[in-house]
């Protein structure tokens, strides 16, 4: 009679349960399989499997008064299957599961005398099913009580049985002026790719020596620049991004001398990324900048599936701001040293190079190969200086700013 009411008691414990709302709620994560499941003693203690259809994380307790194990696992469906058919060990004296929480099961053995965990693992099998095994051995009164400490603490046994966490990157972490200011600077083209073309000279060529100019002048203020090339190498535009986010850069700054097949285009350019070009005129040149990844057997079309493109535009709601906020200071500075730009001086386009979701990035026109002033000009090495300078300039007044508003969110 003692057995039949400390059973009854059990699937009571389990019924009225928050959240409970019956069987009917579960979605069969995982089901129970009961030809291959079992309870027993297995000569040196209690054993017991539960095969499923799935894993599942799990996690074990012990209670007292009476002396209890407890097993709950996110989600398995018992079904029709009642606990008599798991078998019978001696050191159980009630046994009983179902549904606990919204989307939970529970598992409760009442124990004859106390008892300490030995092992507890969950197989996977070759057809994807796996077993939940569990190993119990008898141990002391005061063995068990500081169980129960233990798990009261954090320190035992209680916690969640779940797979090993997937290795990531580290986030990049936004600047907040306690280090030096970490550039990327990309002269866009090289190798099989020259870029535009003019006046006998390619923009490959003279992007890359304004670039390698322009970071011995940040390292010499104190920044740390990475160079996606540093030759006259083809280098994808996705591994540009990738150079970058290796670097963990605070931003990234692609640098280009251009040229239109039509129309007239001078002075210095800032871009910045946006699905729709401002202007046809930069349309064309995003147009151009992929094509030569694709020439190369790199198609970026369609390389950002739909889940992916609404986390990327998530993380860009934080970096967009602080790239439009760059822009404003490159411009600010360049028109400071007198140099001239473009009549619309800050232009969006769909760069493929700017699509990096957690680095400011901006492409900068330094001029337009296909103008001859602009070509005397990006070959003088005073005005290189003078635009270097500004663009320093630019770079050290933004990295104020900019930490000012990490601390500011921060706080």
């Known amino acids: 009679m003692r057995r039949i009411l400390i059973a009854f008691w059990l699937l009571l414990l389990v019924a009225l349960s928050p959240g409970f709302a019956g069987a009917d709620t579960l979605s069969a994560l995982a089901r129970y399989d009961a030809k291959l499941s079992s309870i027993r003693d297995d000569g040196l203690g209690l054993a017991v499997d539960l095969a499923i259809s799935r894993p599942v994380p799990y996690r074990l307790t012990f209670l007292s008064d009476p002396l209890r194990l407890v097993v709950d696992f996110r989600e398995v469906d018992f079904g029709a299957d009642r606990p008599a058919g798991l078998g019978h060990a001696d050191r159980v004296k009630a046994l009983a599961w179902g549904p606990f929480l919204a989307g939970w099961s529970r598992l409760v053995a009442e124990l004859d005398t106390p008892q300490r965990l030995v092992s507890a693992e969950e197989a996977t099998n070759p057809d994807g099913t796996a077993v939940i095994r569990l190993r119990l051995a008898p141990t002391t ?160 079309s369609g390389n950002d599936d739909e889940v992916a493109g609404v986390l990327m535009d998530l993380a860009r709601d934080e970096t967009q701001p602080r790239a439009d906020k760059l822009a404003a200071a490159l411009q600010a500075a360049i028109q400071a040293k007198g140099i001239r730009m473009h009549h619309h001086p800050v232009q969006e386009a769909a760069f493929s190079v700017l699509k990096s979701a957690d680095i400011p990035s901006l492409l900068l026109e330094i001029g337009f190969l296909s103008s001859a002033k602009d070509r005397v000009l990006i070959g003088d090495p005073k005005w290189r200086a003078g635009l270097q300078d500004a663009i320093l300039a630019a770079l050290q007044a933004w990295a104020v700013a900019d930490a000012a508003d990490a601390r500011l969110i921060r706080h």
């Open 141 to 300: 009164a005061a063995g068990f009580q500081k169980a129960l400490a233990e798990q009261a603490n954090g320190t035992g046994q209680a916690d969640w049985a779940l797979p090993a966490p997937a290795r990531v990157d580290a986030p990049v972490r936004r600047q907040t002026g306690d280090a030096p200011l970490k550039v990327v600077l990309d002269p866009g083209h090289g190798g099989i790719d020259p870029g535009a073309e003019a006046g006998g000279t390619t923009e490959a060529k003279v992007v890359l020596g304004f670039a390698l100019e322009l970071a011995d002048k940040l390292r010499r203020a104190g920044m740390t620049v990475t160079l996606t090339r540093q030759d006259d190498v083809f280098v994808p535009l996705e591994t540009r991004i990738s150079v970058a986010r290796a670097a963990g850069a605070d931003l990234f700054l692609s640098i280009h001398a251009d040229a239109l097949a039509e129309g007239q285009a001078t002075g210095a350019t800032v871009y910045k990324l946006a699905a729709k070009a401002s202007d046809a005129a930069s349309e064309q040149l995003a147009e151009r900048h992929d094509r030569a990844d694709l020439l190369a057997g790199v198609d970026l």
